[in-house]
Structures are given as C-alpha cells and as structure tokens.
C-alpha cells in the first residue's frame, strides 16, 4: 500500500507498512507532515490547520491479473502490427511460389503431348 501526499501542486508517494492490518489508516495529514521532505509542505502546521491544498490519498499497486492483462494486450497488439508488416511479404512470396508451380505444371503437360 501507497500514501500520496498532496501539498497543493506538488505530491510525494510514501510506502506504508504491509504488516498492519489497515495500512491506510496511517495515511492521515500529520503523516505526510512528517515525513515529507524539501519544505514541500511549508506553510501547513499540523494536522488540525485546515487547508484545502492539502490532500492525502491511500492506493495499492496494480494486482498481478491486471498486470497479466496488460502485457497479454500489449503482446497480442505488438504481433497484429508485425503480422500487418510482414503480410504483404508473405502474400508476394506465396504468389511467387503459385505462379512458379503453375508454370512447371504446364511445362509437364507440354512434354506430356510431345
């Protein structure tokens, strides 16, 4: 889990601590305050000093299954655009090859009348 920080345009991401069973618990005012480096925050006291530039914001990560998701769509997309590169090559090539084949054909009924 994830604490953002918001301290009016500027924002700061902070690990919370897995081992607790509501992590997001700890993602209040006074501990971005605290842990917020730069004097990002200036100008904001403490948690009881109210500030509508001052936001907090709890998130986890994305799950392995969007993850997969993603890829999965990113792989598939990737292959379509080179299956759309390579076709025209394969197309000539396999019409290359059928001509070659017919006219070996006729060849063969040529010097089968004669």
Not at 12 to 26: A, D, R
Not at 53 to 63: E, G, I, L, V
Not at 94 to 100: A, F, G, S
Request: aromatic share 10%.
């Amino acid at each position: 889990m994830f604490c953002k920080c918001f301290c009016g345009s500027n924002s700061t991401i902070f690990e919370l601590s897995s081992t607790e069973l509501k992590p997001c618990g700890n993602c209040t005012k006074q501990f971005c305050l605290d842990n917020v480096k730069d004097g990002i925050c200036d100008g904001i006291a403490d948690e009881t000093c109210p500030s509508n530039d001052f936001k907090t914001a709890c998130f986890a990560r994305d799950s392995y299954k969007d993850e997969i998701i993603v890829r999965l769509f990113l792989i598939i997309t990737i292959g379509l655009i080179l299956f759309a590169l390579v076709k025209p090559y394969i197309t000539k090539w396999r019409n290359v090859k059928y001509i070659r084949n017919q006219k070996k054909e006729e060849k063969k009924k040529k010097e089968r009348k004669t």
